[in-house]
């Protein structure tokens, strides 16, 4: 009975509110927590999302928009709002990875996006997964959206060492200061592993580091660093002690990942043996095959434009519309219809 969500709505308006979000739009099914957590993170969203959509729309003139949903289709501008923009990167990766997976002959997907704060999963055997509840920060939405698992493992996830063992992670180093070999004095990091292991080489990156943006990456003082963490936390001494903490900090980043991949797909009946693990994302490429190796998976897939698929996915998706409504109908043995 939307009747008085809307009359509400008409004297919210007459009294001068710019943005008003019914629950009988946001989120037209029963249960009312769900439905009214929804609905508030739309009303908090939809005002921040409209005025980057019109930032937008102003530079751009009278060239058409369309905006990624968490669904993985594409809206018009004026269709966009906040509870349905939560996923919306991540489903772009999903159908980034889905789409140019399938132009080379994979049907059967894995997906493992890695950035620098965390890593997205997912699983696809010949059709898009959607969930219509999730908990995302303590909050609860009702609204259609790519299943996606996230693990706070990504390339700036910062290490820790407490309670008797190594943690990595969830708080990140983010972009800025990013990891040690930045060399912005960020803390070790999880790329900072792979730079000393020799996983990330800094001669094959360009020099854009640093607080002018003019140097490489800094092994000597990652190097440094691992050597003051052993020493802090008494591990050992040995030459070797730098070398092996990294490892140890890899071997529980990849362990989070495989199993948040198992979540999704080993948990619910699924063989992932026989699966392709589609690796994209900025830091995914590093650890692709300790992530399979893991899993038993025996076949990675790497588009060229990895580091950017998530975008990619967003100009290869469809414009899509999902619409819900309850029926409210007494069910009996006579019913015909």
Known sequence: ??????????????????????????????????????????????????????????????????????????????????????????????????????????????????????TDVWHFAGDYEHQQEQLISGVRLRTPMMRINTVAAGGG??????????????DSSGANPGPTCYRRDGPLSLTDCNVLLGKIQPDYFPAVFGPQGNLRLDEITVKEKFSQFAEINLLADTDS??????????????????????????????????????????????????????????????????GVLSAYGIGLAEVSTVHETSVDEILSVTSQD
């Open 241 to 306: 002690e730098p070398l092996s903490i990294a490892e140890g900090f890899l071997t529980i980043a990849i362990e989070n990942m495989a199993q948040a991949i198992r979540k999704i797909s080993v948990q619910r009946g699924y063989d992932v043996s026989s699966y392709t693990l589609c690796v994209f994302g900025g830091a995914g490429g590093q650890h692709a095959c300790l992530v399979a190796n893991a899993l038993g998976i025996k076949s990675i897939y790497c588009h060229p434009m990895a």
């Open 157 to 170: 996830s910062i290490l820790h060492y407490s309670d008797g063992r190594f943690q990595v992670g969830p």
């Open 1 to 118: 009975f939307p009747q008085h969500e809307q009359r509400i709505a008409e004297i919210a308006a007459h009294c001068g509110f710019e943005q008003i979000s019914l629950s009988s739009e946001s989120s037209p099914l029963p249960r009312l927590i769900s439905r009214g957590d929804t609905t508030v993170a739309d009303a908090y969203l939809s005002p921040v999302l409209r005025g980057y959509v019109n930032q937008v729309k102003n530079e751009l003139g009278d060239i058409p928009l369309l905006f990624m949903q968490s669904t993985g289709g594409l809206c018009h501008a004026q269709s966009f709002r906040g509870k349905d923009a939560i996923l919306s990167g991540p489903a772009g990766g999903v159908v980034g990875g889905v789409e140019t997976a399938r132009r080379a002959g994979f049907n059967r997907l894995i997906g493992f996006d890695m950035g620098g704060t965390s």
